[in-house]
């Protein structure tokens, strides 16, 4: 448990303690019949937690190319109920099944299920059901964009963005018709402004009620702006500009 995710409790008004969780213990079955959850590291395996999401009532846990989600509702329980069944209310653990490793650093929701971020690679996490359980869940492959894992994707509403750092400047792209089966739409709208940021951002941040996006590197001075107006499905404006400050953010 020390080495697991802490959390941060509202114990009162303006009043937080941060802790250790009470993940649940295995009360039946063994390593063979109720295997550990595969964020949990081996010695000859170095496997950490490298994000957490929440989606459809659950807890997930990235770790290499793997994806762990809790048992509904009880987020600390990663086991099975019962050693002999794989339950609809048991936890979850699923793989990118790709040819090249994924190492696994972002996940974003949206309509269509849970978008996960590689360095290189996209995936989708989803369900052809009503209910998400060990049975019906599935995972995708959408894209091959590289990503910056320190700034993360945000969401824009109904569509999401990233930060793409493989080249010598950073660029801004945006992801779109995200279902599956069909490849999504990636737009880069930094492609009028090719040279303008860095490729070592770290400060990813949007408002989606101005439709204002900020992007930046903590230590420096400059932060960089995307502002875009958007009526139905057609986008009236969509601008850059720099903002550069006295002192370092």
């Not at 309509?111 to 998400?132: C, P, R, Y």
């Amino acid at each position: 448990p020390a080495k697991m995710p802490v959390i941060l409790q509202r114990t009162s008004v303006n009043q937080f303690t941060v802790k250790q969780f009470e993940w649940t213990h295995r009360y039946t079955g063994d390593n063979v019949t109720n295997p550990k959850p595969s964020f949990l590291s081996r010695a000859d395996d170095d496997r950490f937690i490298s994000q957490l999401a929440f989606f459809m009532n659950r807890l997930v846990l990235l770790s290499g190319s793997n994806i762990c989600l809790s048992a509904p509702n009880d987020l600390g329980n990663f086991w099975r109920e019962t050693a002999l069944i794989v339950g609809p209310n048991d936890g979850i653990s699923i793989n990118t099944s790709q040819e090249t490793p994924a190492n696994l650093t972002n996940a974003i929701e949206m309509n269509a299920g849970l978008v996960l971020f590689s360095q290189n690679e996209q995936f989708l996490l989803s369900t052809d059901d009503s209910i998400l359980n060990p049975d019906t869940a599935k995972t995708s492959h959408l894209s091959t964009y590289y990503n910056n894992k320190y700034a993360g994707p945000v969401s824009l509403g109904t569509t999401l963005g990233f930060i793409d750092d493989s080249g010598r400047n950073s660029r801004f792209m945006e992801m779109g018709q995200v279902q599956v089966g069909t490849e999504p739409f990636v737009f880069e709208h930094s492609k009028v402004v090719p040279r303008l940021m860095d490729n070592d951002l770290d400060i990813f941040q949007v408002s989606r009620d101005n439709s204002i996006i900020f992007i930046g590197k903590a230590g420096s001075d400059t932060v960089y702006g995307y502002r875009w107006y958007q009526v139905g499905e057609q986008r009236l404006l969509s601008s850059w500009f720099k903002w550069k400050f006295a002192k370092p953010i």
